[in-house]
């Protein structure tokens, strides 16, 4: 009865939490068990990150056929994506209070995602505010596609280019070596398609209901 | 095209020109946020502080300047635009004439700040050349944004609303530069941030020039 | 700068490892008591939980597409 990728999500759900607790993790220091983390906290920022893209591209998609569903869409995914933006920021600033000392550093990475989400509120905004459906559709996603660029500008390139408490980034390189772990990638990239699919979901049953409601509603 | 556009331009400065009010109420704008700095501040003795206030400074007169771009035009002029120009003419236009706007009064706050506030820029060259890049950045970005919240209502509050999430990757790049620029560090560590924010000046009109064509049907 | 000392600390903590693995203080204890069975239990048990709601309320809105259209 139901699609197969549901189960998928089940499954890969539950192998998240189990195999995220049991399997060993590298012994590092400041981070310890908290490296755990990783497949509960930078999951949600990848998530973020996937629902977003959807939405853009929905938006683009209504640039080209101008079709409501697609701004229906659009307007679905980036509130999931939102969604996971609000729970990685509120995981992020409690890690980062154990482990950098501080709920909120100066970090391009943090600023990046501030921005993006900033700019996810202004678009919430303005789609409030524009009084009819076909306008709204069409500014909303006019500046989405435009002001998406600079986010990536902002969330891809700046941090390569700056200092970054994150691993991976300019400051600490050797730092990020603890993703190369072969156990904790086992778990980590499951995670990442776990809660994509989780969200998924839930913007699928949003866009059900939403589209019930237009239909009865005419 | 390119005829057209220095139409735009030449038409945008008479309009300018003829109704004196805007550009004097900009000039007192920035005359009297100089002044209260000065009365606060009297000497910004650290370099990081003095280049924040100059952008925050830049930052506001280009909103207040630009949010009147597509407001003060009246419903014949948009149909005369409609019947003989295309929108990417009349979008490209406006960025220039608004960039060159910007510059203009970025210049004249630059001096007016050195002024009165001390300067400790090193490299003025370098700075000059930020200004020149920040300036028309910021015009290419906000003169889209203007377009977007004069289809949207509430114009004023709008634009700040839909403009900061999508500016503070802009200016976190100038005033990288910038910064840089009083310290007066040698070209060749610019260059990337001066190749960065050169490219996000193509790609930003760029983005405009495929978009803008959306807001205009109305 | 203060970040800076952040980073040049993160850095040497980095490369700690490889000197010194087992003076790293990890949640031994709870492992070998199997304690951690029951952190995991529970959160299965919540896990299963939301998951079981979500999917009754996926079999509502398809109740609900399915009546609407034979309308």
Redesign the interface.
Same mark, same amino acid.
């Given at each position: 009865m139901h699609s197969v990728w549901k189960i998928v999500c089940v499954l890969l759900l539950f192998y998240t939490v189990i195999a995220g607790f049991l399997l060993p993790v590298p012994a590092l220091p400041i981070l310890n068990e908290t490296i755990r983390n990783l497949y509960f906290h930078v999951t949600m920022w990848f998530a973020m990150i996937i629902h977003m893209a959807i939405s853009i591209i929905y938006s683009i998609k209504y +640039?080209s056929g101008s079709q409501l569903r697609n701004d229906l869409k659009a307007e679905q995914y980036a509130i999931t994506g939102m969604m996971f933006g609000v729970a990685g920021l509120i995981t992020g600033m409690i890690w980062a209070k154990f482990t950098w000392g501080a709920f909120w550093v100066n970090d391009v990475k943090l600023?990046?995602v501030a *921005?993006?989400m900033? @700019?996810y509120? *202004?678009y919430f905004? +303005?789609r409030n505010?524009?009084?009819d459906d076909t306008?709204r559709a069409? +500014?909303s996603?006019?500046?989405l596609? /435009? *002001?998406f660029?600079? @986010?990536m500008? /902002?969330i891809y390139? +700046?941090p390569r @280019?700056?200092d970054s408490l994150h691993p991976g980034n300019g400051g600490n390189p050797a730092f990020g070596k603890y993703d190369l772990d072969n156990h904790m990638r086992m778990v980590f990239y499951p995670a990442i398609i776990a809660w994509t699919l989780l969200g998924l979901w839930i913007t699928s049953i949003r866009i059900r209901i939403k589209n019930l409601w237009n239909e009865t509603n005419l | 095209m390119i005829s057209q556009i220095g139409l735009i331009i030449a038409k945008e400065w008479k309009l300018e020109w003829r109704n004196r009010s805007a550009i004097a109420g900009l000039m007192v704008y920035i005359l009297s946020g100089l002044y209260i700095s000065y009365l606060s501040f009297k000497k910004i003795a650290d370099p990081a502080t003095w280049n924040a206030l100059f952008w925050i400074l830049i930052l506001f007169m280009a909103v207040n300047a630009l949010a009147k771009s597509f407001m003060t035009e009246s419903r014949g002029l948009q149909l005369f635009y409609y019947t003989f120009l295309n929108p990417q003419v009349v979008i490209i236009g406006k960025i220039l004439y608004n960039g060159i706007l910007l510059f203009l009064l970025g210049l004249i706050t630059f001096l007016f700040y050195a002024v009165l506030l001390g300067n400790p820029v090193q490299g003025v060259e370098m700075f000059l050349l930020a200004i020149f890049t920040g300036c028309f950045g910021i015009s290419s970005?906000l003169t889209? %944004?203007s377009a977007?919240a004069s289809?949207?209502?509430?114009q004023s509050s709008?634009m700040a %609303?839909?403009g900061?999430?999508?500016l503070?990757? #802009?200016l976190? %790049?100038i005033i990288?530069l910038s910064k840089n620029a009083i310290d007066g560090i040698e070209f060749s560590v610019n260059i990337?941030?001066l190749t #960065?924010l050169l490219s996000?000046n193509l790609?930003?009109p760029a #983005?405009?020039f495929i978009?803008f064509p959306?807001?205009w049907r109305e | 700068m203060e970040r800076n000392k952040l980073i040049s600390l993160f850095v040497l903590l980095a490369l700690l490892p490889s000197v010194s693995m087992a003076d790293v203080e990890m949640a031994d204890t709870l492992r070998s008591d199997g304690k951690i069975y029951v952190v995991v239990t529970v959160l299965c048990i919540v896990l299963a939980v939301i998951l079981i709601y979500l999917f009754s309320i996926d079999r509502k809105v398809k109740r609900m597409e399915d009546r609407f259209k034979n309308k």
């Open positions: +640039l600023n990046g *921005a993006a900033l @700019m509120a *202004a905004i +303005l505010s524009a009084d306008k069409r +500014l996603a006019v500046y596609v /435009f *002001a660029p600079l @986010m500008a /902002f390139i +700046l @280019m700056t | 970005v889209m %944004i977007i289809r949207a209502g509430h709008m %609303i839909l900061f999430p999508v503070l990757p #802009l976190i %790049i990288h990337k941030y #960065l996000l790609i930003v #983005l405009a978009l959306y807001l | -």
